[in-house]
């Protein structure tokens, strides 16, 4: 098919505008909010378009007969079929508006044909609907080629509208005939818009269902799958795509289809992403559940040691969350969910927050256990949606780098100020309070100053973590540097005040790691200076640990 452009609007004596509203539905409303659905029904379309460098005049209108019976399968649609489908948990209300004025903006469908979209029917909706149905005329005649037509490629379209209101589009002849009563094509756009919109909002279980393979999927609850027929009023097949009680369509708006190959993971719009509500229509007063902050002990965890995950998270809704009802956090590292907290079910309050501590996970034990690495993690609030919010888009944190080092302790130790008092190069490993003890000078600035070698680390690696734990036997001035093996020469990394409480440093030298690595490729070791200076007091230096980790 040649690509096709419009290339002027018919211009055309405009006929006044008709509204027809229908009467609301009969049953009463559901418990979750009901959608308003806006139809746009154009009886004529009357466009000029050029196709291939040549103009062509197109006229269509749908005869009286056309358009009651295209209103009446609208309204059998949102009245009965929805509710139907949606097992009761969606009981939208209907508007139906005619509009004599001919429909002559059109642009191009996905098969290479026209028809209305969002922008070119934009004066036509009315503001305060959820979703918005454009029927109208797409057979006709072409007065330039003197032939009919049917200028739609396709039977029904569906726009992404993201968190906005969902808007299809249908030409009348792909509906229902008289000999065919059936509203197959409204129920397949709808079941777009409706995922469409809450999958952008984060309302709808993932993964999406595919509503264009249903032989891909089964019911949940009894494994059954589904015939991919049409079906209509005079012909209804059970487990057809469209069936109101027990097809595809009908699991698909009740939450319970599945991947053939998980077939007991509920997916779909269930009755929990209809009580979310729609773009417009919204529950009055919903708790919404963010996570305020989030962090982990130790707060630089090296490899192997367990980390416990915790998180503040806040109801910032105009609701209560539902007492009895689990505030449950994931924690994730890398995307995966490796801890949880689930404990909590008290109501949390409208503005109230509380902060919870992972006490679970997949795997059994309640925290990570650290490998090296950089990382990301984030907190993740009522991540499985056990809690209707006002918006399901907004229960995670950002991402936080988690960067594990592996530590390494010095395999020697030089001494270039001052004597050793106690202890040896091995004392420097664990922070166990066995000390390696260095007396100061005695004479001008006392000092003592020592470098640790530590070896096996590759000039590969991403980054280093220095740590330092030590006290002294009066308050002293502490610098700690790191060899700079391309400028040969010490780079200061802290200077502090220590004096007889035992203080813990952990410093990343800045730059590149591999400066600070000997040789040029493969491991080498790095080497760090420990300095203690007073003025006037001699003293003695207690060492408990020093390390470089790895990433
Ligand atoms: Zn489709």
Request: hydrophobic share 35%; charged share 10%; aromatic share 8%.
């Amino acid at each position: 098919m040649a690509h096709r452009s419009i290339a002027t609007l018919a211009a055309l004596t405009l006929a006044a505008v008709t509204l027809t509203m229908t009467a609301a539905p009969a049953h009463a409303a559901g418990a979750n909010p009901a959608w308003k659905i806006e139809v746009i029904l154009y009886k004529n379309t009357d466009v000029t378009y050029t196709d291939a460098g040549v103009s062509h005049h197109f006229v269509g209108t749908l005869v009286p007969a056309e358009v009651s019976r295209a209103i009446s399968d609208a309204t059998q649609f949102v009245n009965t079929d929805i509710p139907a489908l949606s097992s009761g948990n969606q009981r939208p209300s209907l508007s139906v508006k005619t509009i004599d004025t001919a429909l002559s903006n059109l642009g191009p469908d996905v098969d290479g044909g026209w028809t209305p979209n969002p922008s070119t029917t934009a004066s036509d909706q009315d503001p305060g609907f959820d979703s918005y149905i454009v029927l109208w005329q797409s057979f006709g005649w072409d007065f330039t080629a003197a032939h009919s037509d049917n200028i739609a490629h396709d039977g029904g379209l569906t726009w992404p509208m993201g968190s906005a209101p969902t808007f299809s589009s249908i030409p009348v002849p792909y509906m229902g005939t008289d000999t065919n009563p059936q509203r197959n094509t409204l129920k397949h756009e709808w079941g777009h818009a409706i995922l469409g919109y809450y999958d952008a909002v984060g309302a709808a279980p993932k993964p999406a269902v595919d509503n264009h393979h249903p032989e891909t999927s089964v019911n949940c609850h009894t494994g059954q799958g589904y015939v991919l027929v049409d079906e209509n009023d005079l012909n209804l097949v059970p487990n057809s795509i469209f069936n109101d009680t027990s097809g595809f369509t009908h699991d698909y708006y009740s939450g319970s289809t599945a991947n053939a190959g998980d077939p007991t993971q509920c997916l779909g719009i269930g009755p929990a992403t209809w009580a979310a509500g729609g773009p417009v229509t919204k529950p009055v007063g919903s708790p919404d559940l963010v996570v305020t902050s989030f962090g982990w002990s130790p707060t630089a965890p090296t490899t192997g040691v367990s980390v416990t995950f915790t998180a503040t998270i806040k109801n910032q809704g105009t609701a209560a969350t539902p007492a009895g009802t689990k505030h449950g956090v994931a924690f994730l590292v890398d995307g995966t969910s490796i801890a949880y907290s689930d404990t909590d079910t008290a109501s949390l309050a409208p503005g109230a927050s509380i902060t919870l501590t992972a006490n679970g996970s997949n795997a059994g034990g309640a925290t990570w256990p650290a490998t090296r690495g950089k990382h990301t993690a984030l907190a993740w609030v009522d991540d499985v949606n056990r809690i209707v919010e006002s918006n399901e888009s907004n229960n995670k944190s950002a991402s936080k780098a988690l960067n594990v080092y592996s530590p390494t302790a010095p395999s020697s130790v030089t001494i270039s100020a001052g004597t050793v008092r106690a202890g040896s190069v091995s004392s420097l490993a664990k922070a166990d309070n066995i000390n390696y003890q260095i007396n100061s000078t005695t004479a001008s600035t006392r000092t003592t100053t020592w470098s640790g070698t530590i070896p096996n680390l590759p000039n590969s690696t991403p980054g280093l973590q220095v740590r330092y734990k030590g006290a002294n036997s009066v308050s002293t001035s502490e610098t700690l540097s790191i060899w700079n093996y391309t400028t040969n020469a010490w780079v200061p990394l802290k200077t502090s005040t220590v004096g007889t409480t035992p203080s813990t440093t952990t410093v990343i030298p800045p730059g590149t790691s591999a400066d600070y690595v000997s040789g040029a490729s493969g491991s080498g070791s790095v080497k760090i200076q420990v300095k203690h200076t007073s003025a006037s007091s001699s003293f003695y230096t207690s060492n408990d640990l020093l390390s470089v980790g790895y990433l």
